[in-house]
């Protein structure tokens, strides 16, 4: 009785099968084609991805900038690309993209600050107040811009350090660029003792700053008494140079400058403190 009833059940998903066949045929056929632009979508998207990269850095195009929009269009692409199997497989698009509208409002609700940094992201590269490769201080934090992405940006401190910045908090700060400009300033505070003889200290510096091949003559070169603190007179030097060159500027001077002033005998201030001793308690003499 049981082998009479299996067989039975096997006549009968025969014929099943039998009448369904395009049916079936169908389901497979759409399968397949979802399964095949599913991997083609994503193959695709990555291929155009890297093209877009690289088309983009040989136009001469900021790294920043490239590698940004590259990564929009591999999302871009893979969103279409699950779209379109979703309707191959039969499913109604439309209530797809309702319920994934929906869905990311309720994400964009409870994500808010990433979505800030995502589109403080998008400012940063449209608006490009920094490059890879710049030195910059944002929210307090400076270093050389290694990257730009959607949601941060990583920069590299001087002493080989990594902090990733989200991008809200640059947007939302200062942003001092110093490498942007081809030229810098140099300022410079030179300290002597109240006895230096003021013209003999400027003719000093002003030589020492003149002999430097590196500054830039044509923007002039300022060197003036700018303070009298107590314990000693405050020169203030500025001149210019490359700003790739300006640390090395800065060092060279100032030890230049001492130099100088020690050859020309000029005296260094010193602190100095006056002390008055008074005998209150003395009696009188008798």
Not at 120 to 135: C, H, I
Not at 174 to 185: A, C
Not at 223 to 236: S, Y
């Amino acid at each position: 009785m049981k082998e009479l009833n299996i067989t039975d059940e096997v006549d009968r998903a025969g014929e099943w099968l039998v009448k369904n066949q395009g049916l079936l045929t169908e389901y497979a056929v759409n399968i397949i084609s979802a399964a095949v632009l599913l991997i083609t979508g994503l193959i695709l998207a990555r291929l155009v991805s890297a093209a877009l990269e690289r088309v983009l850095s040989r136009r001469g195009i900021d790294v920043t900038v490239s590698g940004f929009l590259a990564v929009m269009v591999r999302y871009a692409i893979v969103a279409f690309t699950v779209i379109a199997v979703l309707g191959r497989l039969g499913v109604q698009t439309a209530s797809v993209i309702a319920v994934m509208g929906a869905a990311g409002l309720a994400v964009g609700l409870a994500l808010q600050g990433s979505l800030s940094n995502f589109a403080a992201g998008v400012l940063l590269v449209t608006l490009r107040p920094l490059r890879t490769g710049e030195f910059v201080d944002v929210g307090g934090v400076a270093g050389m811009v290694d990257r730009v992405s959607i949601f941060s940006t990583t920069l590299r401190t001087p002493d080989n350090k990594i902090i990733i910045v989200p991008n809200g908090k640059i947007i939302a700060g200062d942003i001092i660029n110093f490498s942007r400009e081809p030229r810098r300033r140099v300022d410079i505070t030179v300290s002597v003792a109240w006895s230096a003889d003021i013209e003999q200290v400027k003719r000093v510096v002003s030589d020492v700053v003149t002999a430097d091949v590196r500054i830039i003559q044509e923007n002039g070169i300022t060197v003036r008494l700018n303070e009298m603190a107590p314990p000693a007179l405050n020169f203030v030097v500025r001149c210019w140079t490359d700003t790739a060159l300006y640390w090395d500027v800065w060092f060279d001077l100032t030890e230049a400058i001492k130099r100088g002033l020690d050859d020309n005998g000029i005296p260094a201030p010193r602190p100095q403190m006056d002390v008055s001793i008074r005998n209150a308690g003395q009696e009188p003499a008798r």
